[in-house]
């Protein structure tokens, strides 16, 4: 329900309003109406858009509640599911409760935090913590327990970046552990507050379900849409023809870089960390200086902290990043957002453009330079329900076995407990609410070392289930094996890069190209070059070489994948814009989707040269099949559709199955967020199209 504002809420955080207003953050109006909800201590979920003060909302109530009492242990903890956003919020509080004279202690725990650090924190706990989903739940599985059972209040930072995901449902697991620790108390004041932040996301409604495990919460709807710039750039009269070299790269670069010439400050957002290498190192070859750095997950903590110095220091113009940039880090006046390539999703393209105009009110300018005539397409569509705030629908992932599995190993790792009480535990998180009975105790069956196959008979028992007392423990060699696997995030198998005679660490390199490279080779990362002195068992050891030329890392990874909602939306565009004629379809293009000239004449002809070639463009309601032979004879299948890769990959699975089940031929097949490709090498003829289209019912 929405929440108005009391004068009990908003006079009790004027303290730290003040202070923190001195220091020039703009005075969180519409989100004062979350204050009351916080004093009352009732689970709260403040939903608002990217630049709008949410966080700083969510602390001064509790900074004021603090204030007055120092050193009582851990009563703050923050949770943000990106450690860059976790330094950046440490950096923005300490200047703050210096102005208020207060004595609070605010330590970080992230995977990046030393031993000696760590160490410290248990012997003197803090009054603020802040971590991530990841390092609560090594706390939770570790000695680091003692410290978290007198938090009282529990912020959870951009909710909207996991909620959908399995790390959400780990999150929530550890969220329902924290509360069960707390009550496990001798002087018990209540279960731990939760004050969810997000932005606009739909349904708010499951959003706060997800962040109080399904009991009561107040929802608190800030979202007030900011103003966006956005345009659609396609710098080529025709993209069918892109230059003597055949790429469209040449083009773009020079607009980009006329970009960056004209603003203050930019954010370049690339959707991979090859593109922000080779991107960034571009822009500086064409300015004859360096004026742009990358920024991605794989630098170091110090590479990424000294790069965003730059940038709000004004020293460098402009940061090339993938999403490490795109969450509610204060990158400070940023005043253009240039994204290359569709966003992938409106949730995204709204998070990217929002980095720019961070302050409230202000105007958000982005320009996104698609790379291909079909990126062009998702591109216009995109910016189109941006403007329209049509986010994509949050669907909260239901019983991830192996997530529950995880957790239940590192509660057997502490205690005992029993079925019943565990049961409980998991019944509280919203993504096992409607965990059965029976499903539990397969799981514990899988534990216990009671295998549906022979083929796992080799793989040791993690727990040992009590059927007689109802009750389960963790065997020898539990706790190592939760800490070693915590949490949903996969091992890429990456090398760590640091530099030769016990230098610090530079960042990551994929393991394919780590085997593909030589000692003495040299190679870009963070638009630095770096030379390979030696390659050990889990490590390279490089040495700077300014100046000269290196290869552009590349690292493996599966991209997000379209959303069916934005893949629906693409579809019903091409169908409604091919039954336009043209001027009326030029005229949508600029006005509604925001696309330059160039940009909307290349995508009319994209869709009319698809019209022409097949008869049919794929849409909402069509699905093209292409038959044809190859350059070998062999017959290959491309079934078009704009439902986006999580629809194609189980769709080619079962047609795979099926044409090897029904005609005896073995498919080859790939898939895309436009398609799926199917390689039919042993087929005399195509496959009848019933063969192909599957009943997803």
Same mark, same amino acid.
């Given at each position: ?10 006079? +009790? ?211 007030? +849409? ?472």
């Amino acid at each position: 329900m929405a929440v108005s504002a009391s004068r009990g809420g908003a006079r +009790a955080a004027s303290g730290s309003r003040a202070a923190f207003g001195r220091r020039g953050s703009p005075r969180p109006a519409r989100l004062e109406q979350g204050w009351p909800a916080i004093a009352s201590g009732k689970h709260t979920l403040i939903q608002a858009p990217t630049g709008s003060g949410k966080t700083l909302a969510a602390f001064l109530y509790g900074i004021d509640k603090l204030t007055d009492s120092p050193g009582e242990g851990l009563r703050l903890l923050y949770v943000s599911p990106l450690k860059a956003l976790n330094y950046d919020v440490e950096r923005n509080l300490r200047g703050p409760l210096a102005g208020l004279g207060s004595k609070l202690n605010v330590a970080v725990r992230t995977g990046d935090t030393s031993q000696r650090d760590r160490a410290a924190m248990l012997r003197e706990h803090p009054d603020i913590l802040i971590t991530t989903p990841e390092s609560l739940y090594l706390l939770l599985t570790s000695r680091g327990r003692e410290m978290l059972q007198s938090v009282e209040t529990l912020i959870l930072d951009e909710v909207h970046a996991v909620a959908g995901t399995k790390r959400g449902a780990h999150l929530a697991l550890s969220v329902e552990r924290l509360d069960r620790l707390t009550m496990s108390r001798d002087q018990v004041p209540g279960h731990v507050q939760r004050v969810g932040l997000s932005a606009t996301q739909r349904p708010m409604e499951e959003i706060g379900r997800f962040v109080s495990g399904g009991r009561p919460i107040e929802l608190v709807d800030a979202g007030r +849409a900011k103003e966006l710039d956005v345009k659609v750039v396609v710098p080529l009269d025709d993209m069918r023809e892109p230059g003597e070299t055949g790429s469209i790269w040449p083009s773009i670069y020079p607009e980009i870089l006329e970009l960056v010439k004209q603003h203050r400050s930019t954010i370049v957002f690339v959707n991979n960390r090859r593109l922000a290498e080779r991107l960034a190192l571009r822009l500086n070859d064409l300015a004859e200086r360096e004026i742009a750095r990358a920024h991605h997950g794989s630098l170091a903590r110090e590479q990424r902290i000294e790069v965003e110095e730059l940038l709000k220091k004004g020293e460098i113009p402009c940061l090339v990043a993938t999403s490490s940039l795109e969450l509610g880090i204060d990158m400070g006046a940023v005043d253009l957002v240039v994204q290359v390539e569709s966003p992938k999703s409106v949730a995204r393209g709204l998070q990217r453009v929002g980095r720019a105009g961070h302050e409230l009110g202000a105007v958000s300018r982005g320009r996104i330079f698609p790379k291909f005539r079909a990126d062009l397409l998702e591109s216009a569509v995109v910016v189109e329900r941006m403007q329209a705030g049509a986010i994509e629908e949050t669907v909260i992932p239901r019983n991830p076995l192996d997530v529950l599995a995880q957790h239940v190993v590192a509660i057997c790792a502490d205690e005992e407990i029993s079925v019943d009480e565990l049961h409980d535990l998991v019944l509280g998180a919203y993504n096992f609410a409607d965990l059965s009975r029976v499903q539990l105790e397969n799981v514990l069956d899988m534990l216990a070392g009671r295998y549906p196959s022979d083929e796992f008979a080799e793989l040791r028992p993690r727990i040992v289930w009590d059927r007689t007392g109802g009750v389960i423990r963790g065997r020898s060699g539990a706790r190592q094996l939760a800490v070693q696997n915590a949490g949903t995030i996969p091992d890429r198998g990456l090398y760590g890069v640091h530099l030769i005679d016990g230098g610090g660490r530079v960042g990551e390199l994929d393991e394919e190209m780590v085997y593909e490279a030589r000692a003495g080779q040299t190679f870009t990362l963070g638009a630095s070059t770096w030379r390979i002195e030696e390659i050990t068992r889990d490590r390279v050891l490089v040495s700077p070489a300014p100046g000269v030329p290196g290869l552009i890392p590349f690292w493996k990874g599966e991209g997000p994948g379209r959303p069916y909602e934005l893949g629906e939306s693409i579809g019903r565009a091409s169908r409604e814009l091919v039954a336009l004629s043209e001027p009326k379809a030029l005229e949508r293009l600029t006005k509604q989707h925001s696309l330059d000239e160039q940009a909307a004449q290349n995508l009319l002809t994209f869709l009319n040269d698809q019209q022409k070639a097949t008869g049919a463009v794929p849409s909402d309601r069509t699905v093209v099949v292409e038959r044809f032979r190859d350059e070998i004879g062999d017959w290959r299948v491309c079934i078009l559709t704009p439902f986006g890769a999580r629809v194609h990959a189980p769709w080619a699975m079962a047609v795979g199955i099926r044409l090897r089940d029904a005609l005896g031929l073995e498919a080859q097949s790939l898939w895309s967020d436009d398609g799926i490709a199917i390689h039919l090498p042993d087929a005399d003829a195509p496959p009848p199209t019933e063969e192909l289209i599957v009943d997803p019912t």
